[in-house]
């Protein structure tokens, strides 16, 4: 399906709130420089139940801004937080506490919690005059009955770590997405050997996918590394939003 698609480079920022706006801001102002000046803007409606869209008129205006500069809006959650599941197995706790630091909100939410966050905070979006088409779970984990209430609520594309996937016709596109880890030091080294080494191996694929973090800007050679990489495949790539990829 994507043959007659030109290689592209999709560049996502998650976490955007109120909490996260100004580093979101600088980040957005680096990306431009090395050749990226669209991205996808991953927003949470009120992110740790601390920064409720709603209640920010000027956050809103800034995003409207964003949007038209030419960056995308995603649905990212709704609080980004996963709430503690009573009688959560050890599995559950792992996935929880291990791999997304809690942050996995949409992992385990059952179809109706699940359409009804998802509906909410589309409607702060699009009722602040933004247009919404993709939804992308916290730290990409979507569970199956919330995979569902995308599609039916009439969402167009996810993306996972390994993929985008179209919710309208099925079709996956694998592409594993360059992301960085850098809660603790051996994490960030890890880091970034391993992006180095994804990178490489990902140049023949058609699409590019860099996820990066407000955190990440905190961490120099975490976001030199991500600038010089977003660099070098934008030189023959080109920069596009998901929604872009989706509706080719
Ligand atoms: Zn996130």
């Known amino acids: 399906m994507n043959a007659a698609r030109p290689r592209s480079l999709a560049v996502s920022v998650h976490d955007v709130s109120p909490l996260t706006r100004n580093m979101v801001e600088v980040m957005l102002r680096d990306l431009a420089e090395v050749g990226v000046g669209v991205t996808s ?12 869209i709603d209640q920010d008129p000027g956050f809103l205006a800034w995003l409207r801004e964003k949007e038209a ?15 503690e599941a009573a009688g959560g197995g050890l599995v559950q706790k792992i996935v929880t506490e291990h791999y997304t630091a809690g942050e996995g909100e949409f992992y385990d939410l059952d179809y109706e919690e699940a359409r009804g966050r998802m509906e909410e905070g589309r409607e702060k979006l699009t009722g602040a005059g933004l247009d919404v088409v993709g939804f992308i779970a916290p730290a990409w984990l979507l569970g199956e009955e919330a995979e569902w209430a995308a599609a039916n609520l009439g969402f167009a594309y996810t993306t996972r770590l390994g993929g985008v996937l179209d919710l309208r016709s099925g079709s996956y596109t694998a592409s594993q997405s360059l992301v960085y880890s850098v809660r603790s030091a051996w994490r960030r080294s ?7 080494w994804l990178a490489s191996r990902l140049r023949k694929n058609p699409l590019a996918r860099l996820g990066l973090h407000p955190p990440d800007w905190c961490h120099d050679k975490i976001r030199a590394q991500a600038l010089s990489l977003a660099r070098e495949a934008a030189v023959d790539r080109k920069v596009i939003r998901y929604r872009d990829w989706v509706e080719g």
């Open 190 to 196: 890890v880091s970034l050997w391993w992006n180095a």
């Open 69 to 83: 500069a030419g960056h995308e809006m995603v649905l990212h959650g709704f609080y980004h937080r996963r709430e």
């Open 41 to 52: 803007l991953l927003v949470v409606p009120d992110h740790h139940h601390r920064a409720d």
